[in-house]
């Protein structure tokens, strides 16, 4: 199995900043795809940003400018920078891998627990 741990939420003012971590662990062969959603109540899971194994990047149109995604192959992590954070940002912020494990054929997806970000106005 892959675990992911996400960290880096908390409250913060309109205005500020935050960066998320999300750490994989596992027996992992090969990732595809890292990524960031996000969920507020009563509305779906949105997808936020991605970075996939051939470096392209994807962005939310409501973040672009203001999100940024990284990744360390090293220490299987991938970060979101958030900078000019407004209140309509806050939300359950999750992290998701699209991986094949030591020994499989095939790729499956992993989701982290998340981590509360709070934008005050």
């Known amino acids: 199995q892959v675990r992911l741990v996400e960290s880096g939420g908390g409250l913060v003012q309109a205005g500020g900043s935050l960066r998320l971590s999300c750490v994989a662990s596992g027996s992992i062969g090969s990732i595809n795809v890292m990524g960031w959603y996000r969920q507020t109540p009563g509305k779906q899971r949105e997808l936020v940003a991605t970075?996939?194994?051939?470096?392209?990047?994807f962005y939310a149109d409501s973040v672009k400018g203001r999100f940024s995604i990284a990744r360390d192959n090293a220490k299987n992590t991938v970060y979101l920078q958030m900078s000019s954070l407004k209140p309509e940002d806050t939300a359950v912020y999750y992290c998701?891998?699209?991986?094949?494990?030591?020994?499989?054929?095939?790729?499956?997806?992993?989701w982290g627990q998340g981590t509360q970000v709070t934008v005050s106005s």
């Open positions: 970075f996939t194994s051939g470096g392209d990047t």
């Open positions: 998701k891998t699209r991986a094949i494990l030591i020994g499989r054929g095939g790729f499956s997806d992993y």
